[in-house]
C-alpha cells in the first residue's frame, strides 16, 4: 500500500533553532517528491521539489534531502523564524498513472517560540 | 505567487442547502483538483480534470459534483448539505504535460471552509 509517514507530529522549537523534519514513504514508482507549507487556514505553498536524482535541493533556509534506495527524505529549516510556524507537509508522486498520483503525508505542525 | 483563487473563504449554511465553491485560477493550467481536509489530517483528492469537460472521481468518495466548462474555472457543487460535509476544500492546479513526471509545481488556492450546521 502506497503511504507516506512523517515525523514528529509535532514539533516546537525556540526562534534561531534548527530542526529536521522526517518523511517516510512507500509509493511504487516512485515520480518526485514534494514539500509544502501551509500555514492555519490557508492553502500549501511548494517549498521544494525532488526527483529521482536529486539528493539533495534548496530553498532560502529550507534543505530537502532525498534518499530514494531507502525512500527516506527530510527537511532541515535553518535559522528558524516566528514565521516558520506552519504545518509542513511531504507529497509523494507516483509515475504509474497519467495523473501521476499524489500522496500526501498528514504533516509536522511546527511551532517557533520567542 | 500562483494565480489560483477560491471563493468563498469561509461559508456557514443549513442542512439541506445548496451551495457552489468556486475555483478559478489564471495560469491556463488544465489539471485541476479538489482536496478535502479535516483539521490535522491529510489532503484527500475527491474531484479532479484534465482539461474542459474532462471530469473523475478521486480517491475519497464524495456526494459532490464538478465541472470544467471552461478551462479556468472548476467549481464543485453540493446539491443538498449535510453536517458531514462540514471541512476544508483545496482546490489546485498544474500544466498537463509530461513535466509532471519530473515534478512541476502544483498550486493550491487558499482553501475554502464549509460549515454545515
Known amino acids: 500500500k502506497n503511504q507516506v509517514e512523517q515525523s514528529p507530529q509535532s514539533l516546537i522549537i525556540l526562534e534561531g533553532k534548527n530542526c529536521t523534519l522526517q518523511c517516510n514513504y512507500t509509493v511504487s514508482p516512485f515520480s518526485n517528491l514534494r514539500w509544502y507549507k501551509q500555514d492555519t487556514g490557508r492553502g500549501p505553498v511548494s517549498l521544494t521539489i525532488?526527483?529521482?536524482?536529486?539528493n539533495t535541493k534548496s530553498n532560502g533556509r529550507y534543505t530537502a534531502t532525498l534518499d530514494a534506495d531507502t525512500k527516506q527524505s527530510s527537511l532541515h529549516i535553518t535559522a528558524s523564524q516566528l514565521s516558520d510556524s506552519a504545518s509542513y507537509i511531504c507529497?509523494?508522486?507516483?509515475?504509474?498513472?497519467?495523473?501521476?498520483?499524489?500522496?500526501f503525508g498528514r504533516g509536522t505542525q511546527l511551532t517557533v517560540w520567542p | 505567487e500562483a494565480d489560483i483563487y477560491q471563493t468563498p473563504r469561509y461559508l456557514v449554511i443549513g442542512t439541506g442547502k445548496k451551495i457552489t465553491l468556486e475555483c478559478s485560477q489564471t495560469m491556463g493550467h488544465d489539471k485541476m483538483y479538489w482536496y478535502q481536509q479535516d483539521p490535522g489530517m491529510e489532503l484527500h483528492l475527491i474531484h479532479y480534470s484534465y482539461g474542459v469537460n474532462s471530469t473523475e472521481k478521486g480517491d475519497l468518495s464524495s456526494e459532490s459534483t464538478v465541472s470544467r466548462i471552461r478551462t479556468e474555472h472548476f467549481p464543485l457543487t453540493l446539491e443538498s448539505a449535510r453536517p458531514s460535509h462540514t471541512s476544508q476544500y483545496l482546490c489546485a492546479s498544474n500544466a498537463n504535460r509530461e513535466s509532471e513526471l519530473s515534478g512541476n509545481t502544483i498550486y493550491f488556492g487558499e482553501g475554502s471552509w464549509l460549515t454545515v450546521v
Open positions: 525532488m526527483t529521482f536524482s536529486e
Open positions: 507529497v509523494v508522486s507516483d509515475r504509474g498513472s497519467t495523473l501521476g498520483r499524489l500522496y
